[in-house]
């Protein structure tokens, strides 16, 4: 937490890469306030064109209209976009994915290892 304003979680907790793929962890609460750190990590790993791209959000506690839009722009970057995939969200990140209708547009997967076994 040091360095971050307020005390904040870096919102990017990590880039690994995998069997052909790309995770992106992110943590913490992600808004408007940290949405461009986000938006830049997750477009540095869509201009790669992995064969897939898994978001992991088992550690983000809250996500808000701003990065969801990021999330958004990112799949639409990919050139096949069901291999943008999202990975273990939490109850408050579920429930964001439910309200806004994106749960139905991308794909949601209980863990980063599902995602990976996931067809595509």
Do not use: K, W
């Given at each position: 937490?040091?360095?971050?304003p307020?005390?904040?979680?870096?919102?990017?907790?990590?880039?690994?890469?995998?069997?052909g793929?790309?995770?992106?962890?992110?943590?913490?609460?992600l808004d408007?306030y940290?949405?461009q750190?986000?938006?830049?990590a997750l477009?540095?790993?869509?201009?790669?064109q992995?064969?897939?791209?898994v978001?992991?959000?088992?550690?983000v506690?809250?996500?808000?209209s701003?990065v969801?839009?990021?999330?958004?722009?990112?799949?639409?970057r990919?050139?096949?976009?069901?291999?943008?995939?999202?990975?273990?969200p939490?109850?408050?990140?579920?429930?964001?994915?439910?309200?806004?209708?994106?749960?139905r547009?991308?794909?949601?997967h209980?863990?980063?290892?599902?995602?990976?076994a996931?067809?595509?």
């Amino acid at each position: 937490m040091e360095g971050n304003p307020g005390g904040r979680v870096d919102p990017v907790a990590g880039v690994d890469r995998r069997d052909g793929g790309v995770v992106v962890r992110l943590a913490g609460e992600l808004d408007l306030y940290n949405a461009q750190d986000v938006r830049q990590a997750l477009l540095a790993c869509t201009d790669e064109q992995p064969e897939r791209l898994v978001v992991d959000l088992a550690g983000v506690e809250f996500i808000d209209s701003t990065v969801l839009g990021v999330l958004i722009e990112a799949r639409s970057r990919m050139n096949e976009r069901q291999a943008f995939l999202l990975a273990a969200p939490g109850t408050e990140t579920s429930r964001a994915l439910s309200l806004s209708g994106l749960d139905r547009h991308f794909g949601v997967h209980p863990s980063v290892d599902d995602a990976f076994a996931a067809e595509l």
